[in-house]
């Protein structure tokens, strides 16, 4: 018996992230998500509308209060401590419980947050709650904004620690397990369907009547992600996309080429008639319906095109010499019968 040599495991694909996904997080099916982390810029432009609102929220609650209190209590009935608690329990209330109440109540997403674009999640991509809400709100009054203990210093070390981390999260973030994520994330240029040359006369007889949008689907997102698939895994799709697409049309094509051409050339002679109907049906609803048609570019520098509308005949004005009187019972105007 000769020993034989271990079995390498094959190669996985590399996960198909989209457009800057670094945020990590993982589902629970073992699933990258297409997501990525808030950075320092668009943080910090949340925070300065939540700001905004918070000094709003301030202004509006010493309002009610003040106007409240005078008209049960009377003028000057309260002392100085008892101003000064309220005073703390109003900042308590605005410093605290504003972020606690928006990032509990609306998916966490302040009015900042919400305005930007941007998320509070857990670190497995969940729904935070109030026990985080109020983690990252304590530790970031504290020693973030507005920083109660040694401002300078924490808000020093706040911004080190963002720049530092790979998901750029701050002191609160990491006491409370959250992260920040990007809640609209750019749309990224879909894939277009090219024609292979070789096979463009054989993709033009062809009968594509069988071939459903899911099939097509398939075909796209198969082309689409050839360059994250290892050989042997892009192969067997291939394959097995071909051999069903082959079966719903027709005629069979040219020997010689490869699967992955004639699924291009499928897909990209299926785009282009999509495009010829669409065009055609904008046609005939321009014709039937011109004011949907969008106008014509004019050349630049030309003088604008109109229309050669004869002008209206105007109605000849009677001079005053020339009327005559109608007399009654005569036959002519001037009563002479003839």
């Not at 605005?94 to 857990?122: F, I, W």
């Amino acid at each position: 018996m000769t020993a034989q040599p271990p079995r390498s495991a094959p190669a996985r694909p590399a996960p198909s992230v989209g457009y800057g996904a670094d945020a990590g997080l993982v589902s629970g099916e073992a699933v990258e998500l297409d997501v990525r982390a808030a950075r320092l810029g668009s943080r910090v432009l949340a925070l300065l509308i939540d700001i905004l609102t918070q000094l709003t929220l301030a202004v509006v609650l010493l309002m009610c209060a003040g106007i409240l209190l005078t008209s049960l209590v009377g003028p000057g009935a309260f002392d100085g401590a008892t101003l000064r608690g309220l005073q703390t329990v109003g900042v308590v209330l605005v410093l605290v419980g504003y972020p606690v109440a928006c990032e509990t109540l609306n998916s966490g997403r302040t009015v900042g947050k919400l305005a930007v674009g941007l998320r509070v999640v857990r670190a497995d991509g969940g729904r935070v709650g109030f026990r985080q809400a109020l983690t990252r709100s304590l530790v970031g009054v504290a020693v973030e904004w507005p920083g109660l203990v040694l401002p300078l210093l924490t808000w020093a070390v706040g911004v080190t620690v963002m720049l530092t981390d790979p998901r750029g999260r701050r002191l609160g973030d990491l006491a409370a397990g959250t992260l920040v994520i990007h809640d609209r994330s750019p749309a990224g240029t879909g894939y277009v369907p090219t024609m292979v040359p070789p096979l463009a006369g054989w993709a033009a007889t062809l009968d594509l009547t069988r071939l459903d949008d899911g099939l097509a689907l398939a075909v796209r997102q198969l082309l689409s992600r050839t360059s994250t698939l290892t050989r042997e895994a892009r192969r067997g799709l291939t394959r097995s996309l071909w051999a069903e697409v082959a079966a719903v049309t027709s005629p069979p094509p040219p020997p010689g080429l490869p699967e992955w051409a004639y699924l291009a050339a499928v897909l990209a002679e299926r785009h282009m008639r999509a495009r010829q109907r669409l065009a055609a049906t904008r046609s005939v609803t321009s014709t039937l319906w011109p004011e949907l048609a969008p106008p014509a570019a004019e050349p630049a520098g030309a003088a604008p095109l109109r229309p050669a509308v004869p002008a209206p005949a105007q109605p000849a004005v009677p001079q005053p010499g020339m009327v005559r009187p109608v007399v009654a019972g005569s036959g002519t105007p001037n009563g002479s019968a003839r």
